[in-house]
């Protein structure tokens, strides 16, 4: 039961990344484009996706797909709130609520995947 939340959590967070990135790219949402907040928010999101589909082709990996995935994808938020918060890129509410939801989201995952069995790795 534990890899399947696992990848759950994987997709969830790389949906929303890529929502981001469409609304980033104008694609979604008018009046929300920023270039370099849609190409972060795409490599995150490939990279979640990434370590989402290793995790079928290497079941015995999941839990450390998971926890580097998301580590990473903590990072790049954390940078990406970093920015907005010292006046650089987006600055709308509904970005630094997404940003604060989003790592939320991202430390249930790694918690969830740090407390794994070490025997789902």
């Known amino acids: 039961m534990v890899k399947p939340v696992l990848r759950g959590f994987l997709l969830l967070e790389a949906g929303l990344l890529v929502a981001a990135s469409l609304v980033h790219g104008g694609m979604l949402l008018?009046?929300?484009?920023?270039?370099?907040?849609?190409?972060?928010?795409?490599?995150?999101?490939?990279?979640?996706?990434?370590?989402?589909a290793l995790s079928l082709v290497w079941p015995q990996r999941t839990r450390r797909l998971a926890l580097w995935a998301q580590a990473f994808a903590f990072v790049g938020t954390l940078v990406g709130l970093s920015t907005i918060l010292i006046g650089i890129g987006p600055q709308s509410a509904p970005d630094k609520v997404f940003h604060f939801a989003l790592l939320g989201l991202l430390l249930a995952g790694l918690r969830f995947a740090r407390r794994a069995p070490k025997g789902v790795s």
Do not use: C, P
């Open 30 to 52: 008018q009046g929300h484009a920023h270039s370099q907040a849609r190409i972060a928010e795409a490599v995150i999101a490939a990279v979640l996706l990434l370590a989402w």
